[in-house]
């Protein structure tokens, strides 16, 4: 992708710049956003200058993005996610997941099944990847991707990448 068909597909709403891509090593199509600083924290006054905001870095971001090849991350981002899988299920109780399951499997298990965790393949094929974002203060080829997960719909995860790269998990 170019700077210029990068600012065709560029929408501002609401003081916000995104736009959305398919992913092919996500086999999803992802909103992209840009981070929007805000000049002035009284006033809430944003960045509105589109050549601060829209910048090669960004751009060599989205092409990072763009060019990301599943079979280089996939077995570690798997098994991050299957460990962080499995320490929330040990740790919670699920209000949703039915008593008469934890009573027949215990807490743990029941949770396992509720949530189909079987295995790291299926806990990341249940993983929803919504957004990334991206922001010119970060250094060039980063990119963050907010992740829906049904165990954890309050605080989801957040994966970082860097130079194409699984860098970690929030």
Known sequence: MTLNELKDIVKKENGNYSFKLYSSAFETIMVQDIYVPILNYNTGEKETDESKLITPNIL?????????????????????????????????????????????HGNTEANRIFFEGNNKETVYNNCKFNIVSYNNENPEKCFTIFTEIDWDLEHGLIIHFADGKFIEIE
């Open 60 to 104: 060599s971001s989205i092409n990072s993005f763009l060019d990301l090849k599943k079979e280089n991350f996939i077995e570690e981002l798997q098994d991050e996610i299957f460990r962080l899988f499995n320490i929330s299920i040990e740790a919670t109780s699920y209000g949703q997941v039915p008593d008469e399951l934890i009573e027949e």
